[in-house]
T-cell receptor
Framework: KAGVTQTPRYLIKTRGQQVTLSCSPI?????VSWYQQTPGQGLQFLFE???????NKGNFPGRFSGRQFSNSRSEMNVSTLELGDSALYLC?????????????FGEGSRLTVL | AQSVTQPDIHITVSEGASLELRCNYS??????LFWYVQSPGQGLQLLLK??????LVQGIKGFEAEFKRSQSSFNLRKPSVHWSDAAEYFC????????????FGTGTRLQVTL
């Protein structure tokens, strides 16, 4: 069974640009969460989607947004990029937002903002 | 708001020695507790989790963790470390009922000497 697939794995952008990252969950998984990982702030929760609806949201500015499609694939978008947005963005999926389901993480998309 | 403290940023142990990684959490009730491992360039892999019941939890790769409510701790242990255990380890908590929205500690980097 294929794991969580994130694309692109690496990308470089300049300040002011926007970026879209994609996450394809494990087959059958309908819940998708996004996390940002930086050396300074560590791992921080961005948001979670289930059935195309945002269910939880972290403390990030409105420049960070996401969506989920009917096939459970998810995208996150960061507009007006800042240097501080340079990070590893991790997607995590589970079959449903249950209390006990394990989160499976992808390998991440590493964004560098110049 | 919940928080997680991993007081050890970096730990070095010899192969075959025992290991204990510390984790303390702050939360009003008993949260869901997790340990994840991240190898370089990889996503996070769940080692073990605690939701309720037996306070000694067994995980994969020979790891175990003990939940101590009185100390608000969830320390990770392994009796004999292998060189392949070198990685970064993250403790995480989530409010009961929202296991997707994890709050992570800052991580402990484990180095294993031969």
């Amino acid at each position: 069974k294929a794991g969580v697939t994130q694309t692109p794995r690496y990308l470089i952008k300049t300040r002011g640009q926007q970026v879209t990252l994609s996450c394809s969950p494990i087959s059958g998984h309908r819940s998708v969460s996004w996390y940002q990982q930086t050396p300074g702030q560590g791992l921080q929760f961005l948001f979670e989607y289930f059935s195309e609806t945002q269910r939880n949201k972290g403390n990030f500015p409105g420049r960070f947004s996401g969506r989920q499609f009917s096939n459970s694939r998810s995208e996150m978008n960061v507009s007006t990029l800042e240097l501080g947005d340079s990070a590893l963005y991790l997607c995590a999926t589970r079959d449903r937002p249950s209390n006990t389901g394990e989160l499976f993480f992808g390998e991440g998309s590493r964004l560098t903002v110049l | 708001a919940q928080s997680v403290t991993q007081p050890d940023i970096h730990i070095t142990v010899s192969e075959g020695a025992s290991l204990e990684l510390r984790c303390n959490y702050s939360y009003g009730a008993t949260p869901y507790l997790f340990w994840y491992v991240q190898s370089p360039g990889q996503g996070l892999q769940l080692l073990l989790k605690y939701f309720s019941g037996d306070t000694l939890v067994q995980g994969i790769k020979g790891f175990e963790a003990e939940f101590k409510r009185s100390q608000s701790s969830f320390n990770l242990r392994k009796p004999s470390v292998h060189w392949s255990d070198a990685a970064e380890y993250f403790c995480a908590v989530a409010p009961t009922g929202t296991a997707s929205k994890l709050t992570f500690g800052t991580g402990t980097r484990l180095q294993v000497t031969l």
